[in-house]
């Protein structure tokens, strides 16, 4: 009985000093991300003493979540205000793979189907007046092989400024030529009608590629909003309510909203053409194309449910959903200006409105005046990065000071898994 109980005290102390070995090894590992968490900050803050770029957002981030993020900088120089991960700006055309998720939801609701024509649901016909009886789809807009273009309507009306702007700016304040009025803004299906109509004001065939539909990717911004136009007829919601309701809430993305009625101003970054000048805040009338107003929080939400849809666990859409996002949906042939020296050229080849690179990422990239953003993840290691940042990179400097962000959260990510 003595030696029983002699045998039970040594398993005990055994598993004791199993649990402190485990314990310890835990706390080892804590210590040791910590310590890589504090060495990656300080590295992106001595990179942004380059001082080409005012403030940015980071995050890394797998299907389990964010792993690391960090605001860099200022969102308002002048009053020293720091940029965080709880900033929030514009992020360019990463906000057209929302539309992709969109339409997919919209497609398992049965109020839409990838290949219908589009007018099969707008007020007003759309055709290439080149190929007149060939009809475009909905996967036409949402591959870029519509053949709709952008024309200089586009970048001359899209842009519309919050607030009325006096006409003796002072110097430190830079107004684009292509902001609009305020008054300016109209709905987005009127913008659509006035661009592709045959009875539109601003119609021209020089808004039609001479390319076949569904043969050549033509990037489109106009075509992408069309996309967020049929949905919203489809769905007979506000484009803005139907992602709010699929996307945004689901994923707790509090933060994110396409109109400054929609979100907090007091965490909005101030924008700058360049370090030194500020421009002010605006809109798009185009905004599912690029109007996502976030943080680099939020986003690295929602990227890691995009690595979790990829890896056949999403929770905004079916698996089919996901397959059909992330399918490559062009052979080689449609893509005549391929770059395959850019590591990032988001238009290697494209799934539902998702980009591929000559490298394997899956993102999108993403500018206007005032930000640059870049959002992808690496789909054999499962592990994401996202970069935004709140200024005009215009030479050569912020152009390095960018891509030294970028690589430096590469060379960390497989240290924070």
Same mark, same amino acid.
């Given at each position: 009985m003595r030696n029983m109980n002699r045998l039970v005290l040594i398993l005990f102390m055994g598993l004791v000093l199993s649990c402190q070995e485990k314990k310890s090894s835990e706390r080892a590992q804590e210590d040791t991300q910590i310590s890589t968490r504090d060495s990656l900050t300080r590295e992106l803050n001595q990179i942004h003493e380059a001082g080409f770029i005012n403030g940015f957002g980071v995050a890394l981030v797998n299907q389990d979540g964010i792993l690391y993020e960090a605001g860099i900088g200022f969102s308002?120089?002048?009053?020293?205000?720091?940029?965080?991960?709880?900033?929030?700006?514009?992020?360019?055309?990463?906000?057209?793979?929302? @539309?992709?998720?969109?339409? #997919?939801?919209?497609?398992?609701?049965?109020?839409? $189907?990838? !290949?219908d024509p589009i007018n099969q649901y707008l007020p007003f016909k759309v055709n $290439?007046?080149?190929?007149?009886?060939?009809?475009?789809?909905?996967?036409?807009?949402?591959?870029?092989? %519509? *053949?709709?273009? !952008?024309?200089? /309507?586009y970048n001359a009306k899209a842009y519309v400024l919050k607030d009325e702007q006096e006409?003796?700016?002072?110097d430190s304040v830079k107004l684009n030529e292509n902001f609009n009025a305020p008054d300016s803004h109209m709905p987005m299906i009127d913008f659509l009608e006035k661009v592709l109509s045959k009875k539109g004001e601003w119609y021209g065939k020089d808004g039609f590629s001479q390319n076949k539909p569904g043969e050549i990717y033509e990037y489109s911004n106009v075509g992408?909003?069309?996309?967020?136009? @049929?949905?919203?007829?489809?769905?007979?919601?506000?484009?803005?309510? /139907? *992602?709010?309701?699929?996307?945004?809430?689901?994923?707790?993305?509090?933060?994110?909203?396409?109109? /400054?009625?929609?979100?907090?101003?007091?965490?909005h970054s101030k924008l700058?053409?360049?370090?030194?000048?500020?421009?002010?805040?605006?809109?798009?009338?185009?905004?599912?194309?690029?109007? #996502?107003?976030t943080s680099s929080n939020n986003l690295g939400i929602y990227l890691s449910e995009l690595i979790k849809g990829h890896s056949g666990g999403g929770t905004l859409l079916q698996k089919e959903s996901y397959d059909e996002l992330f399918r490559e949906q062009l052979p080689a042939g449609s893509f005549p200006e391929r770059d395959e020296e850019d590591d990032y050229d988001d238009e290697y080849n494209t799934g539902i409105f998702m980009g591929f690179t000559p490298r394997g990422y899956i993102g999108h990239t993403g500018g206007d005046p005032g930000i640059a953003t870049y959002m992808f993840f690496n789909p054999e290691t499962k592990?994401?990065?996202?970069?935004?940042?709140?200024?005009?990179? %215009?030479?050569?400097?912020?152009?390095?000071? /960018?891509?030294?962000?970028?690589?430096?959260?590469?060379k960390y990510e497989n240290k924070l898994k």
């Amino acid at each position: 009985m003595r030696n029983m109980n002699r045998l039970v005290l040594i398993l005990f102390m055994g598993l004791v000093l199993s649990c402190q070995e485990k314990k310890s090894s835990e706390r080892a590992q804590e210590d040791t991300q910590i310590s890589t968490r504090d060495s990656l900050t300080r590295e992106l803050n001595q990179i942004h003493e380059a001082g080409f770029i005012n403030g940015f957002g980071v995050a890394l981030v797998n299907q389990d979540g964010i792993l690391y993020e960090a605001g860099i900088g200022f969102s308002d120089m002048e009053g020293k205000r720091a940029y965080t991960e709880n900033t929030i700006q514009n992020i360019g055309s990463v906000s057209k793979t929302l @539309i992709g998720i969109a339409l #997919l939801k919209a497609q398992e609701m049965g109020k839409l $189907n990838l !290949d219908d024509p589009i007018n099969q649901y707008l007020p007003f016909k759309v055709n $290439n007046p080149n190929y007149p009886k060939l009809p475009l789809t909905i996967r036409h807009l949402a591959t870029h092989t %519509s *053949t709709i273009l !952008d024309t200089d /309507f586009y970048n001359a009306k899209a842009y519309v400024l919050k607030d009325e702007q006096e006409k003796s700016n002072p110097d430190s304040v830079k107004l684009n030529e292509n902001f609009n009025a305020p008054d300016s803004h109209m709905p987005m299906i009127d913008f659509l009608e006035k661009v592709l109509s045959k009875k539109g004001e601003w119609y021209g065939k020089d808004g039609f590629s001479q390319n076949k539909p569904g043969e050549i990717y033509e990037y489109s911004n106009v075509g992408a909003t069309l996309a967020g136009a @049929i949905l919203e007829i489809a769905v007979q919601k506000p484009y803005s309510e /139907f *992602t709010k309701a699929h996307i945004l809430e689901p994923l707790g993305m509090s933060s994110s909203g396409w109109a /400054f009625e929609n979100i907090d101003l007091t965490q909005h970054s101030k924008l700058y053409s360049d370090p030194k000048t500020e421009i002010p805040w605006y809109s798009l009338i185009t905004y599912p194309d690029g109007g #996502l107003i976030t943080s680099s929080n939020n986003l690295g939400i929602y990227l890691s449910e995009l690595i979790k849809g990829h890896s056949g666990g999403g929770t905004l859409l079916q698996k089919e959903s996901y397959d059909e996002l992330f399918r490559e949906q062009l052979p080689a042939g449609s893509f005549p200006e391929r770059d395959e020296e850019d590591d990032y050229d988001d238009e290697y080849n494209t799934g539902i409105f998702m980009g591929f690179t000559p490298r394997g990422y899956i993102g999108h990239t993403g500018g206007d005046p005032g930000i640059a953003t870049y959002m992808f993840f690496n789909p054999e290691t499962k592990i994401g990065r996202i970069l935004i940042i709140n200024t005009s990179v %215009s030479n050569s400097g912020g152009v390095d000071e /960018f891509y030294s962000i970028w690589n430096t959260l590469g060379k960390y990510e497989n240290k924070l898994k």
